[in-house]
Nanobody
């Protein structure tokens, strides 16, 4: 079974930056897309950003211009650079393996354990 290991969460002040990383098994990004989701307290899990092996990306409107997702095919990692963070970005961030279909990201059944990002002064 595919294993996803996330890292990089923590406490950050509003306006600050944070970088999340997700490591997958060898060959994952060659065959699939990878994505970051987040879940805020009391809310549903939502797609934040996704990337495939050709560099095609998709972002939630709320993070466009602030977050950047990148995939490293050689290292089988997907990183999420988060800038200009605000309190609404607080939540547990999860990594996922899936596919792009007709321009939309379709999540698969494999999720990481989640990493908490808290934006607070």
């Amino acid at each position: 079974q595919e294993l996803l290991v996330e890292s990089g969460g923590g406490l950050v002040q509003p306006g600050g930056s944070r970088r999340l990383s997700c490591a997958a098994s060898a060959g994952t990004l060659d065959m699939y897309a990878m994505a970051w989701y987040r879940q805020a307290p009391g809310k549903e899990r939502e797609l934040v950003a996704a990337v495939d092996n050709s560099g095609h990306t998709k972002y939630a409107d709320s993070v466009k211009g602030r977050f950047t997702i990148s995939g490293d095919n050689a290292e089988n990692t997907a990183s999420l650079q988060m800038n200009s963070l605000n309190v609404e970005d607080t939540g547990v961030y999860y990594c996922n393996i899936g596919i792009f279909f007709n321009g939309d990201y379709r999540p698969g059944g494999t999720w990481g354990q989640g990493t908490q990002v808290t934006v607070s002064s």
